[in-house]
């Protein structure tokens, strides 16, 4: 089914420990984006991407890096994972800019990481 | 600045009971969309709704029902009749010209049978 995919769904991580968490869409859609989600706290804005080769911090970017090589591929690597990152992460896609607005965002399943 | 204020962190009704959802925001754009999202127990997000800011009628679907009223920044979610399949997180959600979506910490609706 077209979508957005997100790998692994559980992951158990030591301290210390690097990781990435992959997403893959197959809309054509530019911007794709991770998000945290803590209790009580929402969901945060780690990093996004309007497009191949661009990408930006959003509300809480340390201690994660991303890139974005191809229009389909967005994967968000923990560089060495600390229990404050303990979370469930999401991914998003959407059409750029105003058009993406207009169409809505479709998320990812979610990856649930516990650090210990 | 955009910001997105659900003050209610945590709401329990009995079946059957109406129940209003409150989202207010702030956006500088003169032109926006607001959207909410549902987070049942499973835990992925179901988008409920989008409203342009160009429309300020209400809109009704089937039991759900939003009130945006833009001179009170407000885009308020009402369930009639709520059903225990209604307890979720609930979210609002303003996309911000430069691709963020902003969301609010979100509502836990629970509803008691």
């Known amino acids: 089914n077209a979508g957005v995919t997100q790998t692994p769904k559980f992951q158990v991580l030591k301290t210390g420990q690097s990781m990435t968490l992959q997403c893959a869409q197959d809309?054509?859609?530019?911007?794709m984006s991770w998000y945290r989600q803590d209790p009580g706290m929402g969901l945060r804005l780690i990093h996004y991407?309007?497009?191949?080769?661009?990408?930006d911090q959003g509300e809480v970017p340390n201690g994660y890096n991303v890139s974005r090589s191809t229009t389909e591929d967005f994967p968000l690597r923990l560089l060495s994972a600390a229990p404050s990152q303990t979370s469930v992460y999401f991914c998003?896609?959407?059409?750029?800019?105003?058009?993406?607005?207009?169409?809505?965002?479709?998320f990812g399943s979610g990856t649930r990481l516990t650090v210990v | 600045a955009q910001k997105v204020t659900q003050a209610q962190t945590e709401i329990s009704v009995v079946e059957k009971e109406d129940v209003t959802l409150d989202c207010v925001y702030e956006?500088?754009?003169?032109?926006?969309?607001l959207f909410w999202y549902k987070q049942p127990p499973s835990g992925e997000l179901v988008f409920l709704i989008r409203?342009?800011?160009?429309?300020?009628q209400n809109e009704i679907s089937g039991r759900y029902s939003w009130n945006f009223q833009k001179s009170t920044s407000s885009f308020n979610f009402t369930i009639t009749a709520s059903q225990v399949v209604d307890s979720a997180v609930y979210f609002c959600?303003?996309?911000?010209?430069?691709?963020?979506?902003?969301f609010g910490k979100g509502t836990r609706l629970h509803i008691l049978p």
């Open positions: 959600a303003l996309p911000h010209r430069d691709d963020k979506i902003i």
């Open positions: 956006t500088r754009d003169t032109t926006y969309y």
């Open positions: 998003a896609s959407s059409y750029s800019g105003r058009t993406g607005a207009a169409y809505g965002y479709t």
């Open positions: 991407s309007v497009g191949a080769g661009i990408t």
């Open positions: 809309m054509n859609h530019e911007y």
């Open positions: 409203r342009n800011s160009f429309d300020e």
